[in-house]
């Protein structure tokens, strides 16, 4: 007998030496008898006391005895969240994908049991002040992403963006709410007083850092002190460079190395 959660229950199916499925066995599991489905799947509900338990299986006059695995109705949810950091400009639309993802017990199991989805995105500026967007009765598919267009505050400095619902928990006769969070520090250069930094772009030919400033100006003749750590040496490098006229510093291929910090 072989068992995976649903979002039904613990579904058994049982084979035979052949692996192959019989659809005319039935199990028993603590003194109660299940019968299998049409398409030969017996499902058995979940438990709130989790534990490994004896089962019978039965078919005919044969039967056989094997420990199963009684699982609790555990629902989890997480969610892969993407924002384009270069699409945050002041007052312009922006997009936030989202890739959700419910499990029961552990195993995938279809979004389309999230009740109510809604989705938040709470902004705060650089001065301290938030405000929050909320989208209800979004659309989540298992197969695709979803796209919420937001609008992007004036001076932003953070990003929270909270995924939640709710599902049916049947084993417990009750709704169980679920959710997922996500925060993005955005221009935390404005936080500090530098007026440059520093980007590591791979290229075809090698690394290359480029020096750019706070408007995205390529900033030319800039020291830059930059750290290596090779994953053969204990110790890390450190570098005294400077950028050419172009705001460029040419790294190499940088084989084994690890980090680069500049």
Same mark, same amino acid.
């Given at each position: 007998?072989?068992?995976?959660?649903?979002?039904?229950?613990?579904?058994?199916?049982?084979?035979?030496?052949?692996?192959?499925?019989?659809?005319?066995?039935?199990?028993?599991?603590?003194?109660?008898?299940?019968?299998?489905?049409?398409?030969?799947?017996?499902?058995?509900?979940?438990?709130?006391?989790?534990?490994?338990?004896?089962?019978?299986?039965?078919?005919?006059?044969?039967?056989?005895?094997?420990?199963?695995?009684?699982?609790?109705?555990?629902?989890?949810?997480?969610?892969?969240?993407?924002?384009?950091?270069?699409?945050?400009?002041?007052?312009?639309?922006?997009?936030?994908?989202?890739?959700?993802?419910?499990?029961?017990?552990?195993? #995938?199991?279809?979004?389309? *049991?999230?009740? &109510?989805?809604?989705?938040? @995105?709470?902004?705060? /500026? +650089? %001065? $301290?002040?938030? !405000?929050?967007?909320?989208?209800?009765?979004?659309?989540?598919?298992?197969?695709?992403?979803?796209?919420?267009?937001?609008?992007?505050?004036?001076?932003?400095?953070?990003?929270?963006?909270?995924?939640?619902?709710?599902?049916?928990?049947?084993?417990?006769?009750?709704?169980?709410?679920?959710?997922?969070?996500?925060?993005?520090?955005?221009?935390?250069?404005?936080?500090?007083?530098?007026?440059?930094?520093?980007?590591?772009?791979?290229?075809?030919?090698?690394?290359?850092?480029?020096?750019?400033?706070?408007?995205?100006?390529?900033?030319?003749?800039?020291?830059?002190?930059?750290?290596?750590?090779?994953?053969?040496?204990?110790? #890390?490098?450190?570098?005294? *460079?400077?950028? &050419?006229?172009?705001?460029? @510093?040419?790294?190499? /291929? +940088? %084989? $084994?190395?690890? !980090?680069?910090?500049?």
């Amino acid at each position: 007998v072989i068992g995976q959660p649903t979002a039904a229950g613990q579904q058994y199916r049982v084979v035979d030496h052949n692996q192959q499925l019989v659809h005319d066995a039935s199990l028993w599991i603590s003194g109660r008898k299940y019968q299998p489905a049409d398409n030969g799947l017996i499902v058995v509900p979940f438990t709130n006391s989790p534990s490994n338990q004896m089962a019978i299986i039965r078919r005919g006059n044969l039967s056989s005895l094997q420990q199963v695995e009684q699982k609790s109705e555990r629902y989890a949810l997480d969610a892969s969240l993407y924002i384009d950091r270069e699409s945050l400009i002041r007052s312009e639309k922006a997009d936030l994908i989202i890739r959700p993802r419910l499990t029961v017990s552990g195993l #995938p199991t279809s979004v389309k *049991l999230l009740q &109510d989805p809604q989705l938040s @995105i709470v902004s705060t /500026s +650089l %001065d $301290g002040v938030s !405000s929050t967007a909320v989208y209800e009765d979004i659309q989540l598919n298992d197969q695709s992403e979803t796209s919420i267009e937001f609008t992007v505050p004036p001076r932003l400095n953070s990003l929270t963006v909270t995924l939640q619902g709710k599902v049916e928990n049947r084993s417990q006769n009750q709704t169980q709410p679920l959710q997922v969070s996500r925060s993005y520090m955005i221009n935390q250069i404005d936080t500090t007083d530098s007026i440059q930094d520093v980007h590591l772009m791979p290229t075809e030919g090698g690394y290359w850092l480029e020096v750019r400033g706070k408007s995205g100006e390529l900033r030319g003749k800039q020291p830059v002190r930059v750290t290596l750590q090779h994953h053969d040496f204990k110790e #890390p490098v450190h570098a005294n *460079l400077q950028s &050419d006229q172009k705001g460029l @510093i040419y790294l190499g /291929s +940088l %084989d $084994g190395i690890q !980090s680069v910090s500049a």
